[in-house]
């Protein structure tokens, strides 16, 4: 609905619920929306109000006691004026892998979410909608370390770990229709608090436990100018956009809580290893693309994005050892990586009938660069932006009164300084 996601994190419960449709652009998409997309975008456009009362209620249950229950209801206040739709989803199941040492299930989850809408349209040229979704869930242990090849879904872990996490989201999306143009305003705000705990040593040692708090605000403002949805040859897009995240963690630690876990970490007692850290990013972008028809069959299209991006990290670390909570701190970190970047998009497309095209296209990916604040090592800090070249060549097409579909693509993707998560010795 308009209203980019950062992370997995937001995208809860999980399971889709009073969905309209979802659409699928493969790509690199920079010039279409405001937030940029270095590999494609999933749009989910979830149902919109109605004018008379509707009420949907959903149940299903399987394996593993897997249950889930949806409603929905919409109804209209006044009457093409302004509308309301409410909808939910309740999803839960028990774990389908058994802690051997614990002798108990791992990986059950439960969560659950609601979104609410309201849709005010004075007249037939202004449309403006409020929207504003919830959901939080419950996770027992995602760590996946099967003990026994025979058997992969039998783990041993001494912590049984927990994932508690939240997400609120609220976006205000104004519409209007003038004479051969539309603009539209997209006003949003994410919120995700993640509370995380697993064993940290993935084994029935009592080594190491992890623990991890983030919280996540996410401010962004959209603008796009357009044509009509009825233009035709030259159909056209200009728009602007501007994002504040501030993403905090504080703590995340590994506690180590006996005398091996110690020794492993190379101190001399038994506490923990405490990191604090918080970023700081603001991107400013703008965009536009152009589809041109010189000819009938024929469609070109030229799009271009300029992006600035601005990044702050202030981090902490520091060893606080049991009993007489003293301390070992590494330097204090406040550093900050910027960039911009110029991300163009070239296509055409031809169409020898109504049912059979060919198109190629040339577009630049960009992920921009960022610093990893779990290395205590400054050569190892920042992480250098992403980007590629991506050319696709492919044929659609249709056949018996569009009872079948038949279409081929072929990829190639260039991608230089791959940004990549990895694992040190420690987890």
């Known amino acids: 609905d308009d209203v980019p996601y950062e992370n997995v994190h937001q995208f809860l419960p999980g399971a889709l619920f009073d969905t309209e449709r979802i659409e699928v652009l493969r790509g690199p998409q920079s010039t279409l929306y405001g937030r940029n997309s270095q590999a ?8 919109q109000p109605t004018n008379s009362p509707e009420i949907t209620l959903g149940a299903s249950y399987g394996n593993f006691n897997q249950r889930q229950l949806e409603f929905s209801a919409s109804d209209a206040v006044i009457e093409d004026k302004l509308k309301f739709r409410i909808a939910g989803i309740y999803d839960a199941r028990d774990g389908f892998t058994e802690n051997a040492f614990l ?9 659950v979410a609601g979104r609410a809408n309201l849709v005010w349209t004075p007249s037939n040229k202004w449309n403006i909608a409020f929207n504003a979704t919830g959901a939080g869930n419950n996770d027992g242990d995602n760590t996946y370390v099967p003990i026994d090849q025979e058997d992969p879904f039998e783990t041993e872990l001494n912590i049984p770990g927990n994932t508690d996490l939240s997400i609120n ?5 104004i519409g209007y229709e003038g004479t051969g143009f539309k603009l539209t ?34 401010v962004s403002q959209e603008i796009r100018f357009q044509s009509p949805d009825d233009a035709d040859r030259l159909r056209w897009i200009v728009g602007g956009y501007f994002q504040d995240r501030n993403y905090d963690i504080d703590p995340q630690q590994t506690k180590f809580s006996t005398a091996g876990g110690a020794a492993f ?25 152009i589809d041109f028809k010189p000819i009938e069959p024929l469609t070109l299209t030229a799009g271009l994005r300029y992006e600035n991006s601005d990044e702050s990290l202030e981090r902490r670390s520091f060893i ?11 330097p204090f970190v406040d550093s900050s990586v910027n960039d911009d970047a110029v991300i163009p998009k070239f296509a055409v497309e031809y169409s020898f009938s109504s049912n059979i095209s060919t198109y190629g296209s040339i577009t630049r990916g960009y992920k921009p660069p960022t610093q ?26 249709s056949w ?12 190639i993707n260039n991608v230089s300084d791959l940004q990549v998560a990895l694992t040190g010795d420690t987890g």
């Open 372 to 397: 990893n604040y779990s290395t205590d090592d400054p050569t190892l800090r920042d992480v250098e932006a992403e980007k590629s070249w991506n050319y696709e060549l492919g044929v659609k097409s």
């Open 320 to 330: 606080l050892s049991e009993g007489d909570n003293s301390s070992e701190n590494t």
């Open 185 to 218: 305003a997209i006003t949003a705000r994410n919120g995700t608090n993640l509370n995380y705990n697993a064993d940290g040593d993935y084994s029935s040692e009592d080594l190491f436990e992890f623990d991890t708090r983030q919280e996540t605000t996410i």
């Open 169 to 173: 989201t609220q976006s205000l999306r």
């Open 103 to 111: 002798d108990d299930d791992a990986n059950n989850l439960s969560s």
């Open 400 to 411: 018996l009164n569009d009872r079948l579909s038949f279409n081929v693509a072929g990829f």
């Open 265 to 289: 970490l190379g101190v001399e007692t038994a506490g923990s290893s405490v990191t604090q850290g918080r970023y700081d990013q603001t991107t400013l972008a703008g965009f536009g693309q």
């Open 40 to 47: 494609g975008v999933v749009n989910i456009i979830s149902r």
